[in-house]
């Protein structure tokens, strides 16, 4: 069976139903969420292979090892612009959940 949410590393908000490009990701025990995100530079491909609660199977991916995204925070009642580099697992995790924005499940 498909995975539970619980100890899932980040989630698209169309993986419950929203068609909303809204992502959430784990990072040092902290759930940041990214509205509109979008990759934006990207370095150092590696082979992975992922999991994802939308799917039964293991599949193999390239990824990017350093990304940088641009993205919208909600502060102050509105949403501000970001960009911001990754590197390693996060950057792995986001790249997962950017797909899914774009319909794309691996």
Sequence with gaps: TMGSIEGCACLAANQIGSTK??????????VHVMYNPKLVAYM????????CLSLEE????????L????YQVL????????TKKFSGWTAEIIQH??????????
């Design 44 to 51: 150092q491909p590696f082979p992975a292979v992922e999991s």
């Design 75 to 82: 502060a102050d009642g509105k949403l501000q612009n970001r």
């Design 21 to 30: 490009a809204v992502i959430a990701y784990e990072e040092n025990g902290r």
């Design 97 to 106: 959940a950017i797909d899914h924005t774009k319909g794309v499940l691996v």
């Design 58 to 65: 293991q599949s193999p991916v390239q990824r990017f090892n």
């Design 67 to 70: 990304i940088r995204v641009s």
